[in-house]
């Protein structure tokens, strides 16, 4: 399939572009091709229809991923966004001549207990948690020391869902309005390093138990240093990069370390 191949150059890239240009994170090439292999579990799931259409007679398609490191975790997350990949299924369906449902949801799970390195399951029913939905998990507190530049707080506490990363405490647009407020902000001649931060550079957020950094589109990008490797966040991207206890995070030129509590 023409589309497949396309498919695969587009998460090959966004993986180049996650793990810092042309290198590659161990296990991304074998992930790509987790990835078109799960592309195609679902086209061969395509049934013949009783005036001789193909239909696709489930909604609920369900990827099991067996990620026993958590680098290896890192990069199947970064490929394997719901989202993208409910949009993908779709594309491929409709290449197939096959018209996917209207509800068609995808759900990701990491099976601590998996014993294959990738399982598809097709439903047909309900969306999974149907249920009232749990409420929000409690915010798990962590600390962001910096190690280079000079901040608001040389120890600053995540002790809030979000968390706003810039140079200016308060950004402002053309007419002096106030668009923006950073809780921890790096004022530009307090240090050589903080120049290189932007006026919006960055954002951490708590989701489902998860500290995540997200790039604001920054002017000189951020990245983190996990385990002596570099990991490049991308700009804008909808799940950003989970962060773990001892990443180094870089702002520009400025320097954190997040550490749990």
Request: proline share 6%.
């Given at each position: 399939m023409?589309?497949?191949?396309?498919?695969?150059?587009?998460?090959?890239?966004?993986?180049?572009?996650?793990?810092?240009?042309g290198?590659?994170?161990?296990?991304?090439?074998?992930?790509?091709?987790?990835?078109?292999?799960?592309?195609?579990?679902?086209?061969?799931?395509?049934?013949?229809?009783?005036?001789?259409?193909?239909?696709?007679?489930?909604?609920?398609?369900?990827?099991?991923?067996?990620?026993?490191?958590?680098?290896?975790?890192?990069?199947?997350?970064?490929?394997?966004?719901?989202?993208?990949?409910?949009?993908?299924?779709?594309?491929?369906?409709?290449?197939?001549?096959?018209?996917p449902?209207?509800?068609?949801?995808v759900v990701?799970?990491?099976?601590?207990?998996?014993?294959a390195?990738?399982?598809?399951?097709?439903e047909?029913?309900?969306?999974?948690?149907?249920?009232?939905?749990?409420?929000?998990?409690?915010?798990?507190?962590?600390?962001?020391?910096?190690?280079?530049?000079?901040?608001?707080?040389?120890?600053?506490?995540?002790?809030?869902p979000?968390?706003?990363?810039?140079?200016?405490?308060?950004?402002?647009d053309?007419?002096?309005?106030?668009?923006?407020?950073n809780?921890?902000f790096?004022?530009?001649?307090?240090?050589?390093a903080?120049?290189?931060?932007?006026?919006?550079?960055?954002?951490?957020?708590?989701?489902a138990?998860?500290?995540?950094?997200?790039?604001?589109?920054?002017?000189?990008?951020?990245?983190?240093?996990?385990?002596?490797?570099?990991?490049?966040?991308?700009?804008?991207?909808?799940?950003g990069?989970?962060?773990?206890?001892?990443?180094?995070?870089?702002?520009?030129?400025?320097?954190l370390r997040?550490?749990?509590?």
């Amino acid at each position: 399939m023409r589309l497949l191949r396309r498919i695969e150059k587009t998460m090959d890239d966004r993986l180049r572009s996650m793990f810092s240009g042309g290198r590659e994170a161990p296990g991304s090439r074998e992930a790509i091709e987790l990835y078109r292999d799960a592309l195609e579990q679902v086209a061969s799931r395509a049934t013949a229809g009783k005036r001789g259409d193909r239909m696709f007679p489930f909604n609920l398609i369900t990827i099991e991923l067996a990620a026993d490191e958590p680098e290896r975790k890192t990069v199947l997350e970064a490929l394997f966004d719901a989202g993208t990949l409910a949009d993908d299924i779709r594309s491929t369906l409709k290449e197939e001549g096959v018209t996917p449902p209207p509800d068609l949801t995808v759900v990701m799970r990491y099976p601590e207990d998996a014993t294959a390195e990738i399982r598809v399951i097709c439903e047909r029913g309900e969306k999974p948690d149907a249920a009232p939905p749990p409420g929000p998990v409690p915010v798990t507190a962590a600390r962001l020391i910096t190690t280079v530049g000079l901040a608001s707080a040389s120890d600053f506490d995540l002790n809030q869902p979000s968390v706003n990363l810039g140079r200016e405490n308060e950004v402002v647009d053309s007419l002096g309005r106030t668009i923006r407020r950073n809780d921890l902000f790096f004022v530009e001649n307090a240090h050589e390093a903080n120049a290189s931060v932007s006026r919006s550079h960055a954002h951490i957020r708590f989701e489902a138990g998860d500290w995540r950094i997200y790039d604001d589109g920054s002017s000189i990008g951020t990245s983190i240093i996990r385990e002596g490797r570099l990991l490049t966040v991308p700009a804008h991207a909808s799940r950003g990069v989970a962060l773990r206890a001892g990443d180094e995070i870089y702002l520009g030129q400025v320097r954190l370390r997040f550490e749990p509590l």
